[in-house]
């Protein structure tokens, strides 16, 4: 157990000194937006992702921490019921290991996100052939992982704007599918481009 602990450690400390040294040329940075997704139905959200470069090089492999949520208003029907006043909402955390290409002021980031689908469904289930209406509410949590494909428009040194694409590798309730947005990136005291 100590010799675990130990190589945990190691392991650790080697990766923050890696991320240091790569923060000389690449910083930190932040980037939020909007998207829409879903194949079934269309839903509306938005994410944010925290990214760490892992080289500083020009072009790198990097590790980003992102949160994405959408929604959905539209009433579902089944067959015999249908839900009315719903609300259809999907939360997916996730961490993605991508790479990063840089040309002058574009830049391609590709991404592979790994984390869990949370679907929640709440509303009141009306069902008119037999006459009943009641409150209904569904929670799901699915494993998630898809491919993201994100070019960017380098604005200056520290601001970017640009689309994002993710394709998801498997197919389940909570993920409701492909998802394209538009977003802003905040990099933190960024040298990489000041020549």
Request: hydrophobic letters at 35%; charged letters at 15%.
């Amino acid at each position: 157990m100590y010799s675990i602990i130990r190589i945990i450690t190691i392991i650790g400390l080697l990766s923050i000194s890696n991320t240091l040294y790569a923060q000389k040329t690449n910083n930190n940075s932040l980037e939020v937006g909007v998207l829409g997704a879903g194949d079934e139905s269309l839903y509306y959200g938005g994410y944010s992702k925290f990214i760490v470069p892992l080289s500083n090089k020009t072009n790198y492999f990097t590790i980003s921490f992102a949160l994405t949520a959408y929604f959905d208003f539209k009433g579902e029907s089944e067959p015999n019921a249908y839900l009315v006043d719903d609300i259809d909402m999907r939360l997916i955390p996730t961490v993605n290991f991508g790479y990063s290409l840089n040309f002058n002021k574009v830049q391609l980031n590709f991404e592979v996100p790994i984390g869990l689908s949370y679907a929640h469904t709440k509303g009141t289930l009306v069902n008119e052939t037999i006459g009943f209406e009641r409150d209904y509410s569904n929670n799901e949590v699915f494993f998630n992982y898809g491919f993201s494909f994100s070019p960017k428009y380098k604005i200056n040194n520290s601001n970017s704007i640009g689309l994002t694409t993710f394709l998801p590798f498997i197919k389940d309730k909570a993920q409701s599918g492909y998802q394209i947005g538009i977003g802003w990136t905040k990099t933190f005291a960024n040298n990489v481009y000041k020549k």
